[in-house]
């Protein structure tokens, strides 16, 4: 079975500050990455995935990830980043058995933006 | 905005009642999902349905049990269920694979149905 972990529970940054949200991956073959935030209450967002192609995906909301395939690593980043990034950010990944169906999420990291 | 929308928002529910849950979206997606999600913790994969058949049961006891009547709806219907089943279920939807290929989209989410039993 696939899986994502995410190594930190929680990332505080200053506002301003560039900002990294950590994810690795366990796959067998090529990985279908995606990152989601959700806001408390919510939904989840869809940000951004990696399927193929350039290793450097850009996203929603100024939100990019860089995948390293040596590493094994799907980390999040924001150049800047705001107050209202503050959330929850899940890592997933899509299980290559049952045709992709079966979409794993890591256990989240709270990313907390201080003013 | 989210293209899949969930009801009810909220839902209080005893332990002897029957209520059910709806997820619509209308994006011609043929892949729906059930997620459970618990607060602080990720969403738990429950039911995929692909083409309107049930493809993925996780393990899920019966007390849930979901249907789905054609390509644009999902229910989940709710029967007997513990206080322990409070959470929040989340809809997603993606567009699947063609019959027989790999589905590598991402998923689209609705905001969810609060629930709570007593």
């Known amino acids: 079975a696939q899986s994502v972990a995410q190594p930190e529970d929680q990332v505080n940054v200053a506002e301003g500050n560039p900002l990294t949200v950590k994810c690795t991956y366990s796959?067998?073959?090529?990985?279908?990455l995606f990152w989601y935030v959700q806001y408390p209450n919510r939904g989840l967002q869809f940000l951004l995935k990696y399927i193929t192609g350039d290793n450097l995906v850009k996203g929603s909301y100024g939100f990019e990830a860089e995948f390293n395939k040596s590493q094994t690593s799907f980390h999040l980043k924001k150049p800047s980043a705001l107050v209202s990034d503050s959330a929850l950010y899940f890592c997933?990944?899509?299980?290559?058995?049952?045709?992709?169906?079966?979409?794993?999420f890591g256990p989240g990291t709270r990313l907390s933006v201080l003013p | 905005d989210t293209e899949v929308t969930q009801t009810p928002k909220h839902l209080v529910m005893g332990m002897t009642n029957k209520k059910s849950l709806k997820c619509e979206q209308h994006m011609g997606h043929r892949a729906m999902y059930w997620y459970k999600q618990k607060a602080k913790k990720p969403p738990e994969l429950m039911f995929v349905y692909s083409y309107e058949k049930l493809s993925i049961n996780e393990s899920v006891p019966s007390r849930f049990s979901p249907e789905c009547p054609n390509s644009s709806l999902l229910n989940l219907h709710l029967h007997a269920l513990q206080p322990e089943d409070s959470a929040l279920y989340l809809c997603?939807?993606?567009?699947?694979?063609?019959?027989?290929?790999?589905?590598?989209?991402?998923?689209?989410f609705g905001e969810g149905s609060r629930l709570t039993v007593l």
């Open positions: 997933a990944v899509r299980d290559k058995d049952n045709y992709g169906q079966n979409f794993v």
């Open positions: 997603a939807s993606s567009q699947a694979g063609s019959s027989g290929s790999l589905d590598t989209g991402e998923l689209f």
């Open positions: 796959v067998s073959g090529n990985p279908y």
